[in-house]
């Protein structure tokens, strides 16, 4: 299956070389001309996780065989539980995909240790011998998912930029603490937006490129718009629903809904992707927290991303402008790339774009939105702990609330998948005012408070983390990103 820009459907490109790009030249993302479609008795019938990603995987990466996917996978999630993602009911019909058992305890460990081993072979496929440089912005979880996923890999370099304020004091230690050598993590005096579009402006720097290119160096991208961060996405879907039907919790072929905590639309687009490959899926449902674009666009069209910018307690959904949004929009306008690209374009002049309504209608159809209030986040989180023992992270009780919101009112009462996108201990403070307690003490100290007012030990990654120092200390603004990385690599 060939790839093509978001914006230009003449541009044709295989899929080991959009790895290797990230993004295309045109400034578009890389989509998939057609989509297969899975059985899903067969897709039941695979009860090894990293066969199901050789097998899903390899419809969307011709470039590589389903036993190369199969191997990537069983190396790349080796650290995760048997059974990679566990759902835990709460009541009858809403499941909690935990998608946050990976190294840092976020669902992004499954792109982000997918991604370099695929990177490497990806490299090796189109013959560039080069240095890759994984350039990413990230809100928080996707820097230290990067990092990990990445900082041990031979040939790879990684730089992050994370903005200084609006991310946890253990995520930025997570960070910062990465000793590896070709590792370099900045603190950004800017919203995670300003870190986005600056990493955005370096890769479409040619001038740039073609420098760094004589030195031995090619830039790639960690960041949800790559290809290869959406592929690995897709298949725990299909792993969900498929556990549910083994536990007989659905039968096979009957419709689930799945809602995801969104931010960048990097999450719930492979959900609808995988609802386009065959997963039964009756609605998707669109959370956010107060930076509401997402759900004003569900409602009404109108994307309009001049508004305040909120630092909320899911700081990781934290984002104005949801980059893999305009992979929907090329679904929702029939591969129109003219289309995508003159919306894209008013986004960029004004901020502000409204799609056709027979687009609106398109997408209505697949998805519902919602948003939530912290106030009514840290209620979720202390209401479902008392109600089913279950301890839920900001952006997961996001989640529960608006899937709560939209059953009330649609009574709709179909069985719903909610990913579970981060532990409860990465985000502690909201965790423990939401029990009744005090977030007293140092990140560590409110570490154990919590383990002691739930019962649940503190996972080992954090516990280990008091024991490191912060070596990574750089701090830019916007304007010098460049020249950090040019200072660094040269
Ligand atoms: C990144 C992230 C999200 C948002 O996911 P997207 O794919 O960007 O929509 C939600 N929750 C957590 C914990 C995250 O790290």
Redesign the pocket.
């Known amino acids: 299956m060939k790839l093509v820009s978001t914006r230009d459907i003449n541009k044709q490109i295989g899929s080991a070389e959009a790895i290797v790009a990230g993004l295309s030249e045109d400034g578009g993302l890389f989509a998939p001309t057609s989509f297969p479609r899975f059985s899903l008795e067969d897709v039941v019938g695979i009860s090894n996780y990293s066969d199901l990603v050789g097998f899903i995987a390899a419809a969307f990466l011709s470039d590589f065989t389903q036993e190369e996917l199969s191997t990537i996978a069983a190396s790349a999630y080796k650290g995760f539980p048997k059974s990679a993602a566990p759902l835990v009911s709460l009541g009858q019909s809403t499941h909690i995909l935990e998608l946050?058992h990976g190294p840092t305890l976020?669902?992004?460990d499954f792109a982000l240790q997918f991604l370099p081993r695929l990177l490497t072979m990806a490299l090796k496929k189109t013959g560039i011998d080069k240095t890759s440089v994984i350039l990413a912005a990230t809100?928080?979880?996707?820097g230290s998912?990067a990092l990990e996923g990445f900082g041990s890999v031979d040939g790879v370099k990684v730089c992050v930029f994370y903005p200084q304020s609006g991310i946890s004091n253990v995520q930025r230690l997570q960070m910062t603490s990465q000793n590896s050598e070709n590792t370099k993590v900045i603190g950004l005096k800017g919203n995670f937006d300003d870190a986005q579009s600056g990493v955005k402006q370096i890769f479409s720097d040619k001038e740039l490129a073609a420098h760094l290119s004589e030195k031995g160096y090619i830039f790639s991208s960690a960041n949800?718009i790559n290809w290869g961060r959406i592929v690995p996405?897709i298949v725990y879907y299909f792993w969900a629903y498929a556990t549910l039907v083994r536990t007989e919790k659905v039968t096979l072929g009957e419709s689930v809904n799945i809602t995801?905590?969104?931010?960048?639309?990097?999450?719930?687009?492979?959900a609808y992707y995988a609802k386009k490959c065959g997963l039964p899926v009756h609605k998707l449902i669109c959370a956010s927290n107060s930076n509401n674009v997402l759900s004003d666009f569900i409602k009404t069209g109108e994307y309009d991303k001049n508004r305040a910018f909120h630092i909320t307690a899911?700081p990781?959904?934290d984002?104005l402008v949801?980059s893999?949004l305009e992979r929907l929009l090329f679904e929702m306008h029939e591969h129109d790339d003219r289309a995508v690209r003159a919306l894209m374009n008013q986004l960029m002049s004004s901020g502000y774009y409204k799609i056709s309504n027979k687009a609106l209608q398109a997408m209505q159809d697949s998805f519902y939105a919602g948003y939530v209030s912290d106030a009514e986040t840290l209620k979720c989180i202390s209401d479902t702990w008392r109600k089913c023992g279950y301890l839920s992270?900001?952006?997961?009780a996001?989640g529960i609330k608006v899937h709560e919101e939209y059953a009330e009112k649609t009574g709709d009462a179909t069985h719903t998948i909610i990913?579970s996108?981060?532990s409860p201990f990465?985000?502690a403070d909201s965790a423990i005012l939401a029990l009744g307690g005090h977030a007293n003490g140092d990140d560590f100290k409110r570490l154990e408070h919590l383990s002691q007012m739930s019962g649940i030990s503190v996972p080992h990654v954090l516990r280990d983390l008091s024991q490191k120092e912060e070596l990574h200390k750089t701090v830019c603004s916007p304007c010098e990103m460049k020249r950090q990385i040019l200072d660094w690599l040269l």
Do not use: R
């Not at 809100?139 to 996707?142: A, I, M, P, W």
């Not at 995801?260 to 492979?270: D, E, K, M, Q, S």
């Open positions: 946050y976020a669902f992004k809100s928080g979880d996707t998912a949800s996405q995801v905590p969104t931010g960048n639309f990097g999450n719930i687009l492979a899911s990781s959904m984002i949801s893999n992270d900001t952006h997961t996001v990913a996108t981060a990465k985000f």
